[in-house]
């Protein structure tokens, strides 16, 4: 095959091929590594290296794989072998060695100084191919049909012996990463960790390699016919003495590591990464298949959907190694509570012993249901009522949040009997009651507080309820959530991936974990790519789009060597600028929603800082009131105005930096950006003392004693 460059950029960082043999009209598409990295396609595999998407060019489908980072080893990316060119290699091999797999069609990657910046490769479909994992996922009847399989068998059997007798290994050899098509052709593809070994470390890789196709195979396949298919790898009749010693490494290879059925153990040796679907056995030995897992506590407790005995069911599983017993008890007897004062819950199915050791309780699944919307009173009425009910039968929810309560069919259920108490006092329903409404935002919160009030005293008429020591319950719980999830923001959790290494840290929203792992690998090489909004010496804006959607990136830059002394050992700005989003998002106040925070780090020092939120559409206030200062403000427009610096000041927070440029209309609300130099005061004296300069430095915005800076004075709270 010829691989003589038919395309080449005059930057000689960039080394980019289309391969001859290429369709005229996918060259042109994939001339230059700008353009593949800009293409759009349906994304099929993605982790926090790579991103697959596919794209179809005059009928014809290609594969192309971007690769952004080399891993967590930082020096790797000097001194290590990209993996993007690792896999086009070892795609070209498999070709040369007459293995089938997909056509390289054009690969590349861009360096700058040695070091390794992004990369892509670009394969053909294989047309009406499937990998044989999904066959096994999916039951397909075709690996039951024995002269079928046969020639599929012998076919890996074949590609494994190609490799292991040239030295080489595959090092993922999974069925998932093994083709077929209609016609039973086997083709071999995704390869980026293999490679040439020498003994003695080459038989171990050769086992770990023929353990990883066992893995799947011993669930589907008999035990005849794994032994048929090691007899043709081997190309002998019969087994010999050193032949049955290998077999035996191979099949005990993931022991302790690869069951066909989950434990208790495995579980919570998994911590967040448990698999799903996922296979456990209950203490009377059934099976529970969960499907999806829904919240995971690592090591603790685990919540999933799944099936047993036919039906779909909710399931709770308790594995903690000291107290597992003692949660599950205390989920039993809540269930049970709410049970005898017939308050609405999912019905229990049945609870016990995890085989071995740990938990359960499976539960009716509420196929449908939804959460309470935390701004609608039509879904907050019930659940208020619902809390009225629970705490005149004696019963209260200790961690008391919409999250316990689900919406289904029009009825109101609830969730957590582990979280069901008996209600101590009058004062303890008080307090409950007010935890309940510090989950709203003080805007919602203090516009349906009477309308809430009365749908609880449906549910409770006899509890009295003093407005004051309300108010004072309700500030404290809302005070003390604030701490408890400023506190998370930081701190690896079920809400976020928080890393830290010798040489970065990183915090981002998990739920957004996979969308944003390839931007934290190296948003410098994003903000290049992206469209830029600021370039200054202090900061670095810049608007990208990730899987279609904007994004904004803001680069806290290092200016001079003392600046870096001096920024060494403080929070960085965009630290800073993290908790105050979460802060100001937490009490309702619009600000675009903060995604994630990277610090470049040596060890405790700390260096240039990155900050990722969603993208805020709109104009800028300075844009927006352009030539109005004598004409003054439309009215939604001071409204917002209004409305936002009533919020901050509520909150007693103050911006430090109050320009036109650092607000953006949004529809009817005012965003506030440029967090950094936030502050929070304990006391009112303080913010107000500070309030005093931010009001005159937004006044200052527009000219004096027009009628915008007029309108504009009316709007803020006094000094």
Known sequence: MSHKRIDAQTDERVAWQV???????????FADLDAVFALEGDIVAKDS????????????????????GLGKKPLRRWFGTPRVQIEWENLRRFADWGIPTARLTARGLER??????????ITDELPNTVDLGQLARNGDPRLQDPFWWHGISAQIADIAYSMHARRFVHGDLKWRNLLVDGGGQVFLIDCPSGGFWRPPFLEYRIIKDLACLDKVAKRQLSRARRLRFYLDYIGKPHLDARDKRRIRRITGFFDGRDEARDTAASLRASGRRALAPSIVTLGDG?????ERWLRILPGKRLTGVGHWQGRAVLAKLFLAKRDSERHWQREQRGLENLARHALPAPRPLASGALEGAGHFILTEYLDGARGPDAAAASDLAPVFEMAGRMHACGLLQADAHLGNFLLHDGALYIVDGDAVRPAASADACRDNLALLFAQLTPAVENALRTDL???????????????????ASIERAREARLADYLDKCLRDCSLFKVAQGIDRFFSLVRAEENFLLPLTADPDAWIEQGVALKRGRSATLARIELEDRPLVIKRYNIKSAGHALSRAWRPSRAWQSWLAAHR??????????????????????????????EYCAGPNLQEALADRAESGAPTETLDAVRRLFAQLAAARISHGDLKATN???NGNQLCVLDLDAMRRHDSEAAWRKVWKKDRARFLRNWPQDSALWREMEAALPPA
């Open 19 to 29: 391969l001859p043999g290429a369709d005229p009209a996918a060259a042109a598409r």
């Open 584 to 613: 100001l998002r937490f009490l309702g106040i619009p600000t675009p929603r903060p995604l994630a925070l990277i610090e470049r780090r040596f060890g405790p020092l700390r260096g240039r800082a990155w900050l990722v939120t």
């Open 112 to 121: 700058e100084g040695g070091r390794f910046l992004r990369g892509a490769l």
């Open 663 to 665: 607000f953006i209309l």
């Open 286 to 290: 059934s099976a529970l298949t969960i």
């Open 49 to 68: 290296l790579s991103r697959t998407v596919r794209v179809e060019i005059n009928g014809r489908r290609y594969y192309v794989k971007r690769y952004h």
């Open 453 to 471: 009030l009365a749908a609880y005293h449906k549910g409770n008429p006899d509890l009295a309820i003093d407005a004051a020591p309300l108010q």
